[in-house]
């Protein structure tokens, strides 16, 4: 069923069936998610209006790593149509790495976004500036936020339907640890490398934020080893809501990952702030082209059985001093390595170094947080798995 009004109470993710990035088919499929979300109707001349896709680095649109220009196109024209005036729509992200101008002109140039601003007259934010907001979250008292996450009063939270081999998944709730500033990500990554807590950390940043809308670009996602390294999937989907923790549990759906093992949508779910999965109530729209695809491949580092039950029996006694060494962990592809310092500019554990034009990590180190897979411009770093576990 088509949803045309607000949001009923029983479904409260819009899927629609968006087979490609043909700009008239994208508007249609944005404007019905505008239609389905209420809060949408708070949209007028007032309005300062926050996009923020997830432009993770410098990659063209086809490599599926960012939301795509028409996606952001639609969501322009959408709040334009609602009486937004153009200049008060700033697009803005804070990639990995270090936050500059000149390299947030880079990225909005390479994803499509800047040709996308200039043409409808929003804004492409440049201007680098972060701020802090006040919180009573478990883990955080205070975020560290990009300044047009502070000033504006409507975020729409702009994610790419993504695999990630670290959270398992990534859409709506972790595109917003992109409003977090430059490198001070890494801080993060360093006060909570655990899984777990940074997943609570990240249901903490997603209750300071709370963004009014989100419309994720599943239109080609990706699958494998996100969230950077993956392959381009056709899932051929536009799914909106006014829930983060939502849409994310019909993408878990839809990819056949658990939500449980996603560590924010645990932590989520810890505080009772959204169900334990997606049942087909959850969805309006195109339900059956939202449906689980069976044939979706998960990251090399997820895996599906513990050690402890898949270990030999009578070595099952070494299996809690042994979980450290068996857990997934980066490795460098010498052969594809270029040198140029990405990774160890982002790494928290400052566990890599470059010498004579490689790249080497330091195992000791390294918290496993896979910053460094994300960042790696030719994806020299790969998803090593213990022997027992790799398919
Ligand atoms: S080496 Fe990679 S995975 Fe390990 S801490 Fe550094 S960035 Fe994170
Ligand atoms: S591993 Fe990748 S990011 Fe690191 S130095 Fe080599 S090419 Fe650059």
């Known amino acids: 069923m088509m949803a045309d009004g607000p949001a009923a109470q029983s479904a409260k993710v819009l899927c629609r069936a968006c087979p490609d990035y043909e700009q008239k088919k994208v508007d249609e499929a944005v404007e019905a998610v505008f239609a389905f979300c209420s809060n949408a109707q708070r949209l007028g001349p007032h309005s300062h209006v926050l996009l923020k896709p997830n432009l993770l680095a410098k990659h063209p649109p086809e490599r ?3 939301t795509h220009p028409a996606v952001v196109a639609a969501c322009i024209r959408a709040c334009i149509r609602r009486g937004v005036l153009p200049q008060h729509i700033t697009v803005a992200d804070s990639p990995g790495g270090r936050w ?33 907001r006040q919180t009573d979250g478990r883990r955080v008292r205070s ?17 790419k339907v993504k695999t990630h081999v670290m959270t398992g998944m990534t859409c709506a709730v972790k595109n917003l640890f992109g409003m977090v500033p430059g490198l001070s990500k890494a801080e993060f990554h360093m006060r909570f ?107 090399s580092s997820m895996m599906d059985i513990t050690f402890a039950q898949k270990a030999p029996r009578a070595i099952r006694w070494v299996v809690p001093g042994a979980e450290k060494w068996i857990a997934p962990r980066p490795k460098v592809h010498r052969a594809l390595c270029v040198g140029c310092g990405k990774c160890a500019e982002i790494c928290p554990g400052d566990a890599i170094r470059v010498r004579n ?35």
């Open 64 to 66: 599926a790593v960012t």
């Open 100 to 132: 500059s101008p000149g390299g947030m002109r880079a990225v909005y140039t390479c994803t499509g976004i800047q040709e996308v601003c200039d043409t409808l007259g929003a804004e492409a934010y440049l201007d680098c500036q972060a701020g802090v």
């Open 143 to 159: 975020f560290e936020l990009m300044q047009p996450a502070l000033q504006a009063d409507f975020i729409i939270d702009l994610p």
């Open 193 to 299: 490398p655990k899984p777990e807590v940074f997943g609570d950390m990240l249901v903490d940043l997603c209750e300071t934020v709370r963004p009014d809308m989100i419309v994720a670009d599943g239109v080609t996602a990706m699958e494998g080893d996100g969230p950077a390294s993956g392959m381009p999937y056709a899932l051929g989907l536009i799914l909106g809501g006014q829930n983060a923790y939502e849409v994310d549990l019909v993408v878990c759906r839809i990819m056949g990952v658990l939500p449980q093992r996603v560590p924010y949508l645990a932590a989520a779910m810890a505080r009772k702030l959204c169900p334990a999965c997606a049942t087909e109530d959850l969805i309006d729209g195109d339900v059956q082209a939202a449906a689980p695809r069976a044939e979706f491949h998960l990251p």
């Open 357 to 391: 034009g490689k790249a080497s990590i330091f195992r000791n180190r390294c918290i496993r947080c896979f910053c460094c897979h994300e960042m790696c411009p030719v994806r020299a770093i790969e998803v090593h798995r213990f022997a027992l576990f790799r398919r």
